[in-house]
Every structure is written in C-alpha cells, then in structure tokens.
T-cell receptor
C-alpha cells in the first residue's frame, strides 16, 4: 500500500512568486492536514481538509491557501512568497478524526531566495 | 489553548542503554490523544507510540514505552536497548479526541543521539 506522497521534494523560488505543493494521501484516506516546519517556529498546523472541505485552519496569513479534490488529493498554495516561507511543508493523511492515526509524507523543502 | 513542551533540546544515549525523553502539556480537555513521533534525517515523520488519555495503562510498543501521568500532564517516552537507528528528532504531540479535527499540536522536539 503506497504511503503519503508529496511532490515536489524540493523547490526553489524567489520572493514574490507563488508556489503550489501537492499531497496524495494513502488510498481511502479522506482527511489531509498540512504543517509547516521551520527551525525557529517548529511544527505549525496550517489547515486540514476533509471530504473537500476545510474544517480547521491554523494561524497563517491569507497568502496560504489549500484545496482538496474529490479523489482526496490536496494542494496548498502560497502566493507572494516571502523569505520567511522557507520551510519543510509536511502533509499527513488519515481516514477521519477520532481514533484514526495520521501518516505523514516525506515533505516538500521550499527555499525562497 | 493547548500547548506541548519538551524541555530537552538534545539527549545522548549509549547503544543498548535506556533513555527517557520528557514532555509536558497543558489542556483543559479531558479526552485527548498523546503521541510520540520520530523524524529521522530522511524527514519522514513516523509514529512511535500513541496514548489515549482515558486509558490509565501506559502504552508500549516493543522497546518503546510511555509514562503517562494525567494529573501532572506529563508524558515521557522511554526507549530501552537503544539502537543506532533510534537516532532522530523526537516530537511529542497532542490531539483532541472529539473527531472534529486531526490537528496535532507539537512540542519543539528532542534530538536524540545514539553513541556506538
């Protein structure tokens, strides 16, 4: 059974550009969550999607957005990139909430120059 | 708001020895989950162990066990017979159990080195 797949693994952008990251969850999983990991702020929750609806959102500016498709694949978009957006972006999937365990992808390393 | 605190930025252990990583948390909820995740240099976050707050019995997974003290809001991880492959960043995490969210709240992590 394939795990959570995040693409691309590495990305280099310049300030002001926008970027889209992709996350394919484990087959059958309908919940996808995104996290930002930086040395200074640690792991911070961005947002969560369940059945194509955003059901939770972290404390990030509106430049950070996401969506989920009918096949549960999710994308997150960051517009007008800033140097501080350089981070490892992790995606996690699970069947739903409650008892279900989340499984993480290997992340996308974004560098903003 | 819930918070998770890991007060040990780095730890070191000799191979085959035992090490304990500390974690404290704060919440007003009575029903929740606590987790320990491992993140090796490959960056993949791997679940090590999970504890349900309503269960008094401490969770164990092979060489990994926890000491869950609900009243003290403490959740430590004990790694027995440490192996070189245990070297990684370890994160303690909290999640509500109400089913309405999968949001994990992480601590700042403890970097574990295993000396041969």
């Amino acid at each position: 059974k394939a795990g959570v797949t995040q693409t691309p693994r590495y990305l280099i952008k310049t300030r002001g550009q926008q970027v889209t990251l992709s996350c394919s969850p484990i087959s059958g999983h309908r919940s996808v969550s995104w996290y930002q990991q930086t040395p200074g702020q640690g792991l911070q929750f961005l947002f969560e999607y369940f059945s194509e609806t955003q059901r939770n959102k972290g404390n990030f500016p509106g430049r950070f957005s996401g969506r989920q498709f009918s096949n549960s694949r999710s994308e997150m978009n960051v517009s007008t990139l800033e140097l501080g957006d350089s981070a490892l972006y992790l995606c996690a999937s699970s069947f739903a909430g409650g008892e279900n365990i989340q499984y993480f992808g290997a992340g996308t390393r974004l560098s903003v120059l | 708001a819930q918070t998770v605190t890991q007060s040990q930025p780095e730890m070191s252990v000799q191979e085959a020895e035992t090490v304990t990583l500390s974690c404290t948390y704060d919440t007003s909820e009575s029903d929740y989950y606590l987790f320990w995740y491992k993140q090796p240099p490959s960056r993949q976050m791997i679940l090590v162990i999970r504890q349900e707050a309503y269960k008094q019995q401490n969770a164990t997974e092979n060489r990994f066990s926890v000491n869950f003290q609900k009243a003290a809001k403490s959740f430590s991880l004990k790694i027995s017979d440490s192996q070189l492959g245990d070297a990684a960043m370890y994160f303690c995490a909290y999640r509500r159990r109400d089913g309405a969210t999968n949001k994990l709240i992480f601590g700042t992590g403890t970097l574990l080195a295993v000396q041969p």
